[in-house]
């Protein structure tokens, strides 16, 4: 039987890809619901390739606009039923053919569908490492009950997942996150005001949407997946270590009670993971050649830099205050990384913003749903706010 998808967020990078994924396999998996946002003519064409029952939109205006390039082309894409904003992504989400819900959507936009996914009782393949950021608990606790099970698609999450395999949980000793360092691994502290958006941009070994490569950029992304790790797997604080690898060859590493250290490697493609959490746990040929270690001769391990990449402690600060807080963190950066890509704020004000919205922030322990999106409004109003006092 094939495996049913419904792709959230297909017009990304892991949507792009996931798509490339499913096209190498037609006999494995098929598509019923596609998600974008304002990329219409992508979307136009993954439809006509994929041919889903139902494709989500940002607004009505982009409806209509899909609904017109359809129209113009044969059969089938023009059976597909289209749907847009936050109600649609909802439906998508829950679409009654489902078996597995890709999650790629970028931000703070995908933890609701991702929960409603996960209430339907839907297995979600999980790029959105903000859903886990946010609301961990929550989802964590929701997917347990429900028997449903999440499958990182985030590269160190599924070299992690791949590593625990097969062994014993409480044999673990420590998750070793690796980082790339992002591009500014070696620059000089004080040329990081003058970093701009396209210099940012340029990731030296993944290719991502705009939003994550700043997030490597500033090592933000880290930081969110040491969270991301702790709701994922069960661990503390303390049980994590962030690696910088820069050449992106070992994808996340798991040392046990024996110091045995088990690492999951690969080429740096996303197609690797996003197979993974496609087929498990079955491995599947996606076109990835073996890593010809002769070639690359060696790989180097060193200590991230925290004055240099501040946001990895705002980020470790936020988890052990725990609450509210990471929540407070997401939508900070989010509001802060936006700004800098805007030419409005500069590379270095991304972490200070997020550190002062940080301490103007009382945080919720055991938040409910609402008591997180309450919060994710309050420090997007406060970070922009902030944001206009800079620009003032
Ligand atoms: P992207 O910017 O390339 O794509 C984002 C997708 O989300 C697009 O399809 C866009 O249409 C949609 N979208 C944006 N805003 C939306 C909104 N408000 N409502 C509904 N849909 C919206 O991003 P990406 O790089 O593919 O990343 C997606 C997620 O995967 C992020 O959470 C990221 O952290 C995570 N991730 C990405 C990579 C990577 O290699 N790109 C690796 C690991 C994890
Ligand atoms: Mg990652």
């Given at each position: 039987m094939k495996k049913r998808l419904a792709i959230?967020?297909?017009?990304?990078s892991i949507g792009r890809n996931a798509l490339e994924v499913v096209g190498m396999h037609p006999d494995r998996f098929s598509v019923v619901a596609l998600t974008g946002c304002m990329n219409i003519d992508l979307l136009a064409r993954q439809i006509e390739r994929f041919a889903p029952e139902m494709a989500v939109v940002r607004d009505a205006a982009g409806a209509a606009a899909l609904k017109d390039r359809l129209a113009?082309?044969?059969m089938p894409g023009n059976l597909t039923r289209i749907l847009y904003g936050k109600k649609g992504y909802i439906e998508a989400a829950l679409h009654p053919e489902a078996d597995i819900v890709v999650s790629a959507i970028v931000g703070a936009a995908g933890l609701m569908p991702t929960l409603a996914a996960i209430s339907a009782g839907k297995d979600i393949a999980l790029a959105n490492k903000e859903t886990l950021v946010m609301a961990g608990d929550i989802v964590m606790k929701r997917a347990k009950a429900k028997g449903v099970a999440i499958l990182p698609v985030d590269s160190e999450h599924s070299a992690i997942f791949q590593c625990l395999s097969?062994?014993?949980?409480?044999?673990?000793?420590?998750i070793l996150l690796t980082a790339s360092?992002?591009?500014?691994?070696?620059?000089?502290?004080?040329?990081?005001?003058?970093?701009t958006p396209a210099d940012a941009l340029v990731h030296p070994t993944w290719n991502m949407g705009e939003k994550i490569s700043i997030d490597s950029a500033t090592l933000m992304n880290k930081g969110l997946e040491v969270i991301e790790a702790m709701h994922l797997?069960?661990?503390?604080?303390?049980?994590i270590e962030v690696v910088i690898h820069p050449e992106s060859i070992v994808h996340s590493m798991v040392a046990f009670t024996d110091g045995a250290v088990i690492a999951q490697m690969g080429v740096p493609d996303m197609k690797g993971a996003i197979a993974y959490a496609l087929s498990f746990p079955e491995r599947i040929d996606v076109g990835l050649a073996i890593v010809d270690f002769a070639k690359i001769a060696s790989l180097t391990f060193e200590k991230p830099d925290l004055e240099r990449f501040p946001a990895l402690t705002l980020a470790r600060n936020a988890a052990r205050s725990g609450g509210t807080a990471p929540c407070v963190l997401n939508a900070a950066n989010e509001v802060a990384v936006d700004a800098f890509l805007r030419g409005v704020v500069s590379f270095t004000s991304i972490p200070a913003l997020i550190e002062k919205t940080l301490e103007a922030h009382n945080p919720l322990p055991a938040p409910d749903i609402d008591a997180i999106m309450d919060a994710d409004l309050w420090a997007r109003n406060h970070t922009a706010s902030l944001v206009r006092h800079l620009r003032g």
């Open positions: 959230l967020g297909s017009t990304g113009v082309v044969p097969g062994n014993r949980r409480q044999d673990l000793k420590r360092g992002g591009p500014f691994l070696t620059r000089n502290n004080a040329s990081f005001d003058s970093i797997f069960g661990v503390g604080l303390s049980e």
